[in-house]
C-alpha cells in the first residue's frame, strides 16, 4: 500500500524541486534487546540518509525531486579538484573547465527520533485433551521526523512527524499426553515466530513521512499539484506545434449525364455497358 501511495501523488505544477540531503541519523538511542548481555548493536539502521534520498527519487514516479550530493561531498569537491589539476596539468590554460555544481532550493532535515520497544504484547491459548494451539504478540513503534527547509530565508516550510507500528508474532502448537496409567508423560511443541524487519519498517516509515510532507506543502502553499495533464512546468522545453498534412479527396468526380439523345451524341456520351 506504501508503495502505491509512493507513486500515486500527482506531478508537481512548476516542475521538479532540487533538494539536499546533508543527514538523517538515528536520534533515538536505542540499542537492540537482548537478555542477559549487555548490547553495543543499534535498534535501527544508521542509513536512513539512504533510505530519505531514494524515497525523494521515486516519490510521484520521479516527478518531485532532484537530490544532489551533499552527504559526501568531501570526496565529491576532492575529486572535482584531482580532474582540474590534472587537466590544467595536460591541456594548459585551455584545459576544459567542469560544469559548476548544482545548489539546492531546499534542505531536508530530520531523522529518526523514536524507536519504543515491547510498548504492547499479549496472547491467546487453549488446550482440549491436552492439545492446543497459543498466539502471542508483541509491539514495537517507529517515529520518524521529516522537515524542508528554504535555504533562501531558513524559514521551515513544512514539517511532518510519521509513527508505525512493528509487530512481532509467534505461533505454536502443543500437545501434552499421560501414558501408563498417568506414569509417564508425553510432551511435544511447535511453533513459528514472524519479527518484522526493522529497516522494513524504517523504510516504509520514510516514504510515508516524504508523502505527507508533499501533502503539507500543498496544504501550506509551498508547492501544488498540476491540475491537468496540459498544465505545462515552466522550466519545460517549448515544443512548436507540427503542422498535420491536408488530406484531399481522391474520389473520382463523375462525367454528366447528358439530358436527350441529341445532347449526348454531341458530347460523344456512350452510356455504360450493362451486364447481365
Known amino acids: 500500500q506504501m508503495i502505491k501511495e509512493l507513486d500515486s501523488v500527482p506531478p508537481p505544477a512548476n516542475g521538479r524541486l532540487t533538494v539536499a540531503v546533508y543527514s538523517f541519523a538515528d536520534k533515538t538511542g536505542q540499542r ?17 540518509d539512504a533510505l530519505l534520498i531514494r524515497a525523494l527519487q521515486d516519490v510521484g514516479r520521479g516527478t518531485w525531486f532532484d537530490v544532489v550530493e551533499r552527504g559526501n561531498i568531501d570526496a565529491l569537491t576532492k575529486e572535482r579538484l584531482i580532474i582540474t589539476q590534472m587537466r590544467q596539468a595536460y591541456e594548459g590554460t585551455n584545459a576544459q573547465k567542469l560544469m559548476p555544481l548544482q545548489f ?9 527520533i523514536g524507536y519504543d520497544t515491547s510498548s504492547e ?66 510432551e511435544a511443541e511447535t511453533g513459528l515466530t514472524t519479527n518484522e524487519p526493522g529497516t522494513l519498517a524504517v523504510k516504509a516509515t520514510v516514504e510515508a513521512a516524504v508523502v505527507e510532507l508533499i501533502k503539507e506543502g500543498e496544504k ?6 498540476r491540475k491537468s495533464l496540459t498544465q505545462i512546468p515552466r522550466n519545460a522545453v517549448p515544443v512548436a506545434p507540427v503542422a498535420l498534412p491536408e488530406i484531399k479527396n481522391e474520389t473520382p468526380t463523375p462525367p454528366p449525364v447528358p439530358a436527350t439523345p441529341e445532347a449526348a ?9 450493362h451486364i447481365n
Do not use: C, H
Open 121 to 186: 504484547s499479549g496472547g491467546a491459548a487453549y488446550r482440549f485433551l491436552g492439545i492446543g494451539p497459543q498466539t502471542q504478540y508483541s509491539k514495537d513503534t517507529v517515529t520518524v521526523s521529516l522537515r524542508a527547509v528554504s535555504v533562501n530565508t531558513g524559514k521551515v516550510l513544512a514539517a511532518v512527524t510519521v509513527t508505525k507500528i512493528v509487530y512481532s508474532t509467534a505461533d505454536s502448537v502443543a500437545v501434552l499426553k499421560f501414558m501408563n496409567n498417568n506414569t509417564q508423560a508425553f
Open 104 to 112: 539546492a532550493g531546499i534542505i531536508m532535515e530530520g531523522g529518526i
Open 32 to 48: 537492540k534487546s537482548v537478555p542477559g548481555i549487555a548490547s553495543f548493536s543499534t535498534a535501527v539502521t544508521q542509513g536512513g
Open 220 to 225: 501550506k502553499g509551498v508547492w501544488d499539484y
Open 265 to 273: 451524341e454531341k458530347m460523344g456520351y456512350e452510356p455504360p455497358a
